[in-house]
């Protein structure tokens, strides 16, 4: 988990409200990810940062938000339009973006993972 | 639509035997491979990658994975299972101009004392 940190590590929210995940990684890394996990579903993909100030959307964006206005804080705000918010959200950096056969180096692309927020929705 | 396949849901090997975790890929080209582990309620570790090069790739914590094109595999090996490695195991790819980290299910690894 070094050097990516998430906070809190567990997290309860009312139905209706929004709240704001944490993470903050000091590896100077360029790229920011966060994903989704559930029980059999493996990771799915919310939203990824190559750059300040830019992001793109992944599989699951609908309900949730990001902003990246430092390189080393992507927090993630879940707000009350995500039906079913409960789940394990990880974030995640590497040092490079995706490889494209124009940028592909061969190093740098694996990502790193923070430990983790549990969020609940009571 | 590329997909990265485990076909085994959950594997029991005991201590002191090798073990192996299944990944197979779907892609033309050269893929970009990695494996990660996730102990009970943390973040995933990365554990090794194949880029290009030597099909037989050498990791953390002992383990290797070895790259067979013609199979479109990538299996995760290790000599000689310890109880610690009870963990759950993720493949993923990157490949060609996708710019999303593709994820296998999952597999659960249960070493036997």
């Known amino acids: 988990d070094g050097g990516i940190t998430q906070s809190p590590k567990y997290l309860f929210r009312k139905e209706g409200q929004n709240v704001t995940l944490s993470c903050e990684q000091n590896l100077n890394h360029d790229a920011m990810y966060w994903y989704r996990q559930d029980p059999g579903q493996g990771l799915r993909l919310i939203y990824y940062s190559q750059i300040v100030n830019d992001f793109q959307k992944g599989d699951i964006a609908e309900g949730y938000s990001v902003s990246r206005e430092k390189k080393e804080s992507f927090p993630l705000t879940v707000t009350s339009a995500q039906k079913n918010p409960t789940a394990f959200y990880l974030c995640?950096?590497?040092?490079?973006?995706?490889?494209?056969?124009?940028?592909?180096?061969?190093?740098?692309?694996?990502?790193?993972f923070g430990p983790g927020t549990r969020l609940t929705v009571l | 639509a590329q997909s990265v396949a485990q076909p085994e849901d959950q594997v029991n090997v005991a201590e002191g035997n090798p073990l192996t975790v299944k990944c197979t890929y779907s892609?033309?080209?050269?893929?970009?491979l990695f494996w990660y582990v996730q102990y009970p309620n943390r973040g995933l570790q990365f554990l090794l990658k194949y880029i290009t090069g030597d099909n037989l790739v050498k990791g953390s914590y002992g383990f290797e994975a070895e790259f067979n094109k013609s199979q479109t595999s990538f299996h995760l090996k290790k000599p000689s299972a310890l109880v610690s490695d009870s963990a759950l195991y993720f493949c993923?790819?990157?490949?060609?101009?996708?710019?999303?980290?593709?994820w296998g299910l999952g597999t659960s690894l249960a070493v036997n004392p």
């Open positions: 995640a950096s590497s040092m490079r973006g995706p490889p494209t056969g124009a940028t592909a180096s061969g190093s740098g692309h694996e990502q790193f």
């Open positions: 993923a790819e990157y490949a060609g101009n996708n710019r999303k980290l593709i």
């Open positions: 892609v033309s080209g050269n893929p970009y």
